[in-house]
């Protein structure tokens, strides 16, 4: 099992969800959910990034949280059917094991290990969007690139992936002329490569020193609550 989150569980617990997965794949933009929906399914990523999006006024949107392959996507409004408090856009193109909700919660429901697991995901993941949130309002953007950047690496299981500017401009709530110039920075110091709709990390390490602290402190949450992290593919 690709995805950490199962991979992590007891046999047995696994054997409680694995008869009724079934593979979707995902492709960057499709939206999974929209706020205020109920969650009828919750995911597993295999491969690709999805970002947990909180609406703003003037159909504006910003990134709070990003999973891949070491969580689940759906949870954060329960484990049943429950309304959606954010929007959940593929990020970066994927494949998916999906458990219908009330299968899920019926698991839980038989499994204290379970819901541990669950437990400790979810205090990671609101503590992502704790420092994310305190890291918008604080840090510069060049900081918070490079933070978003190396978010993205983790999961996305290859140096180079697609992203537009106007997809990063989106995801830090900031205008696209302000991400081309900022990005702008980190390309002469060669720490990315960038071309029409994608971006490359080229020096992992410096890209960490240019980041703020927001970075290693999530990091250091998941470690600490031994949840799986997902760790870079360099090549």
Known sequence: MDNLWIAALEPADRKR?????????FSQGQMLYDAGEAV?????????????MTLLDGDR????????????????????????????????????????????AEALSHSEGMRTALSKFTES?????????????????DER???????????????RFA????????????????????????VDRK?????????????RKALEDASCGCYALMRGVMKDLGVPRPNAVTH
């Open 163 to 186: 992203l537009t500017q106007s997809d990063i401009a989106g995801m830090l709530g900031v205008r696209r002329a302000t991400v081309s110039e900022v990005g702008s920075v980190l």
């Open 40 to 52: 009828e399914e919750v995911w597993f990523p295999m491969s690709g990034v999805v970002s947990l």
């Open 191 to 203: 720490l990315i490569r960038r071309g029409r709709g994608w971006v490359e990390v080229l020096d």
């Open 17 to 25: 969800i694995e008869p009724h997965l079934s593979e979707k794949p």
């Open 61 to 104: 949107m910003i990134e709070t949280a990003a999973i891949g392959r070491e969580g689940l996507v759906g949870v954060t409004c329960g484990p049943t059917n429950a309304r959606a408090a954010s929007r959940a856009i593929a990020q970066v193109d994927g494949v998916s094991a999906c458990c219908p909700a009330d299968v899920f």
């Open 145 to 159: 690139l490079a933070r978003w950047l190396l978010t993205i690496h983790d999961r996305a299981d290859a140096d």
């Open 125 to 141: 993941l609101f503590a992502q969007v704790q420092q994310a949130a305190a890291c918008n309002a604080q840090h510069r953007l």
